[in-house]
């Protein structure tokens, strides 16, 4: 038992140190460049980074389908589409509730859903939430930038992202993002 937790340990370490070296490494000079990227470690990175706000009360569920391709993206953008996106998860649920990232491909797209179970998005902001400077959030909480960066990187990447919300259900956001062939 005590190897097992050792072993966990020094994997949960190892991530956070990779994920400190992509961010503080990141090239922001070539903003344009695309490679073949695995999503579901470029997803795990930034979730090593939330780690700590994570554990106190939400709980994270993992579905990533098998043999899964890699997407070509630039991968630094990509980063900070997931930050965003977890992030507005956690704060919709106060940090206390079930995140779920549902990974999966078919044809022509990798697919990527980010669901949470907090407020949902109420009916009159849905036509609004990707305007910059509109936010949902109570004054000086949120710039109202993120979900229209989140938008503009993802087209910018020859994607789609879209979102499902139901009040006091929850919310998901689903990113289609082209296969590496």
């Not at 939330?50 to 991968?75: C, F, S, W």
């Not at 980063?79 to 649920?93: D, E, K, P, R, S």
């Not at 109420?122 to 949902?136: C, L």
């Amino acid at each position: 038992k005590s190897n097992r937790i050792v072993s966990e340990s020094v994997e949960r370490a190892s991530r956070i140190v990779k994920a400190l070296k992509m961010y503080i490494h990141s090239d922001t000079s070539d903003h344009d460049s695309k490679a073949s990227v695995d999503i579901v470690e470029n997803i795990k990175t930034v979730l090593a980074l939330y780690r700590n706000r994570l554990k106190k009360g939400v709980e994270t569920k993992l579905n990533i389908q098998d043999h899964l391709p890699n997407a070509m993206v630039n991968g630094d953008q990509m980063n900070q589409v997931w930050t965003n996106l977890i992030g507005n998860a956690c704060q919709a649920m106060d940090y206390n509730g079930i995140l779920e990232i549902s990974i999966f491909s078919n044809n022509s797209f990798l697919i990527i859903e980010i669901a949470d179970n907090g407020k949902g998005i109420p009916d009159e902001y849905k036509s609004k939430i990707f305007d910059p400077f509109f936010s949902t959030k109570k004054k000086g909480e949120g710039s109202g930038l993120g979900l229209d960066i989140v938008r503009r990187i993802i087209q910018s990447q020859n994607g789609e992202i879209s979102f499902v919300s139901s009040l006091n259900v929850g919310t998901t956001f689903i990113i289609k993002l082209p296969i590496f062939v």
